[in-house]
Each structure stands twice: as C-alpha cells, then as structure tokens.
C-alpha cells in the first residue's frame, strides 16, 4: 500500500506527530499505558521513523528498537530518529518467522516493500511497479529479544506489508507467556499481497493465545465501492490489560 508508516494510516499517508489531537491508532495506545514511567517498544516496519518518533515523543521514558531492512528508508529513518540518542535504536532487519536472509520484494512505493509478492493491483490506490528483489537478515522476536535483553515488550507495532502473521510465529515463545502486552499492526481485508493472512487470520492466531481485540482504527474503504474495506490498524492486548478489579 502507498503508505508513509506512521501510527494512522491515512490513504495510505499518515500525518506528522501530532500533540495536540493524537491519531486514533497511538490515542488508544495513549489512553491504555496513560502515563508509564518506561516502555520497551519494538517498531517492525518502521519505514522513515516517523511512528518511533511519535513514540519517542509521547511515552517520554520509552526505549524503541527499530526495524527497518530497505536501505534507502533506513537511512531517511537514521536522520529522524538521530535526536533521540541511545533512546532509540534502529536496526536493517526484517522481522520474520525464522531467522536468516530473505528476499525483500521492492516497489516503487517505499511504503508497500513486502517479504510477499505484490497481490491484486486492483485493491491499490494507484498503480504499483514490482522492482528486483533484495536479500536482507530477517530475525524473530524471539531471537531478538533474546539478543537485547527483553523480557518484555510493551508495543509490538508491525506495519509490515502482509508479513505479519509470519512475524507472530517467529514471537512464540513471547505470545505463550504473554509477555508481549499489546501488538498494534496493520491488518487486510483484501489480497494486496499474495498468499497473505487476512484479519480474521491474525485474530485467530492472537484469539488462541488468549490475546483480545481492544479495537479497529483508520479503516481504508475502496474509492470506488466503500462497501469494500481494504485494510486498517487493529489493537490486541494481553490479558493482563483487560482484567477488571
């Protein structure tokens, strides 16, 4: 999707980080953690740092790590996130189901780069070119976590073009133990990629975990059938968060 990821999708553009009335996405985000005094965030997908910058900005005591594997975004990201210190750290890596190198199928849009091959042209808001392939290290959260130290992450944000799913599967051993507190991802409803998981596939997977759906934002309808919903952001939280007293 021709999108510049931040935490709200638009068409697919998102807006800038904004203090004064935050995006549905990191609101809900917001309003969940209200004011922590520190939160671990993974940003898979992070494309030219402007969603970590909106976390950097919003949870002040957050630490972000970062992935972003496509060189030229990654070095958009590196600029944006350079005011942030050691607050941050920005890595080259896709997040997968296994760790290893991979093929990273580029597009002309910076924001619709996949692990999957492009789907149904007829779901995009304007034409997309497939370009040659690159191999990139991908690693699991499991791996990485392991690697930084995490027994826990507080977001797990994943804007990651259809791949998901596979990233889920590589955070196992996390998901089993619920030490992943709330995942906000962009979700699809249609085949932009091919042989995505769906919505429905996703909640499936969390549902069996025992995670639960906190809610849908920026849902992005067919310009030319808004009966049509083609993708949006979803919130799943574990169970932790929704326990009542």
Known sequence: MFRRKTSAPSAPSDPEPMRTRLPDLLGAQVRIFGNAASL???????????????????????????????PENFAIAEKALAPFGARVELLPFALAETDGNVALRLTSHSGAHSLLEVGDLRYYDAPVETLTPIEVRAVTLDSLSAEHRLDRVDILKMDIQGAELLALRGAAKLLARHAIRLIALEVLFQPLYRNQPTFWDIADHLGSLGYALQGVYDQRHHAANHAILRWADAVFVAPE???LP
């Open 40 to 70: 671990s965030v993974v940003d898979a997908g992070a494309h030219h740092g402007h969603t970590a910058v909106q976390y950097l900005e919003h949870f002040a005591n957050s630490r972000v790590i970062a992935l972003e594997p496509e």
């Open 241 to 243: 968060l929704v326990a």
